[in-house]
T-cell receptor
Framework: EPEVTQTPSHQVTQMGQEVILRCVPISNHLYFYWYRQILGQKVEFLVSFYNNEISEKSEIFDDQFSVERPDGSNFTLKIRSTKLEDSAMYFC???????????FGPGTRLLVL | AQSVTQLDSHVSVSEGTPVLLRCNYSSSYSPSLFWYVQHPNKGLQLLLKYTSAATLVKGINGFEAEFKKSETSFHLTKPSAHMSDAAEYFCVVIRPWFGNEKLTFGTGTRLTIIP
């Protein structure tokens, strides 16, 4: 069964450093998403992406964040200058054209020191 | 705006007994609703989905949920709990489908199974 994959599974970085989180969505899916879950809190929407552009973003997704689909398979989330409060589990999800269900990857746990 | 409220943060049941995880939703439009499950150190797995077809929805691993508009509820049930059901369960709502909706998650219910 096709799955969304994410790398790395864990990342530790220093405050102010740039990080790139990578995702490979399910191959025939066209809509891509990033969510995050701060420890002990709800899963929160960050951004949706379709047809090589951002469709919607939350207030969390400020200028420090960017997304890109650099090739036909990868979907990345970049945090330019990480802050302590960026520490969270980041989930990538994808969806096919025909249905509303989003399929999630296993997540990347980001720790900013 | 849409939201979901999961009424129990933690539910414990004995193995072999029924499971009930409660969810109420609020939405300005007819919503689509989902249940996701997260096992320890794993990603979010789609259990089942309601998209305005049948109100009783069957999912994986023997789980079901019933959409009740009059009660604005979408409770998750299973007739007989198994040890492998121990996990965190999230009720999720989305806007009517326009192509790029964000999911809105509940706070989660941690299900513990007592041997």
């Amino acid at each position: 069964e096709p799955e969304v994959t994410q790398t790395p599974s864990h990342q530790v970085t220093q405050m102010g450093q740039e990080v790139i989180l990578r995702c490979v969505p399910i191959s025939n899916h066209l809509y891509f998403y990033w969510y995050r879950q701060i420890l002990g809190q709800k899963v929160e929407f960050l951004v949706s992406f379709y047809n090589n552009e951002i469709s919607e973003k939350s207030e969390i997704f400020d200028d420090q964040f960017s997304v890109e689909r650099p090739d036909g398979s990868n979907f990345t989330l970049k945090i330019r200058s990480t802050k302590l409060e960026d520490s969270a589990m980041y989930f990538c999800a994808s969806r096919e054209r025909g249905g509303p269900a989003q399929y999630f990857g296993p997540g990347t746990r980001l720790l900013v020191l | 705006a849409q939201s979901v409220t999961q009424l129990d943060s933690h539910v414990s049941v004995s193995e072999g007994t029924p499971v009930l995880l409660r969810c109420n939703y609020s939405s300005s439009y007819s919503p689509s609703l989902f249940w996701y499950v997260q096992h320890p150190n794993k990603g979010l797995q789609l259990l089942l989905k309601y998209t305005s077809a049948a109100t009783l929805v069957k999912g994986i691993n023997g789980f079901e949920a019933e959409f009740k508009k009059s009660e604005t509820s979408f409770h998750l049930t299973k007739p007989s709990a198994h040890m492998s059901d121990a996990a965190e369960y999230f009720c999720v709502v989305i806007r009517p489908w326009f192509g790029n909706e964000k999911l809105t998650f509940g706070t989660g219910t941690r299900l513990t199974i007592i041997p």
